[in-house]
């Protein structure tokens, strides 16, 4: 299964940390602007993971994530 893949919503674990995938979202870069990123939401915590929107076609088992 590829990360492009995923439903908002779903949940998966991170490298052992769990989160919710939240789609394609705009996210402030500092120094850089605006830019898309696939975004995950730590559950529980405050924390947020970003992708690019090219790592869309890599395997989720690659990038160290996993369905729950």
């Known amino acids: 299964m590829k990360i492009s893949d995923l439903k908002v919503g779903q949940k998966v674990a991170i490298k052992g940390m769990?989160?919710?995938?939240?789609?394609?979202?705009?996210?402030?870069?500092?120094?850089?602007?605006?830019?898309?990123?696939?975004?995950?939401?730590?559950?529980?915590?405050?924390?947020?993971?970003?992708?690019?929107?090219?790592?869309?076609v890599k395997t989720l088992e690659k990038e160290g994530i996993s369905l729950v």
């Open 18 to 56: 769990l989160a919710e995938y939240q789609g394609i979202q705009k996210v402030k870069v500092s120094g850089f602007g605006k830019v898309e990123k696939r975004v995950f939401k730590g559950i529980g915590i405050e924390i947020f993971k970003y992708f690019s929107l090219n790592d869309g």
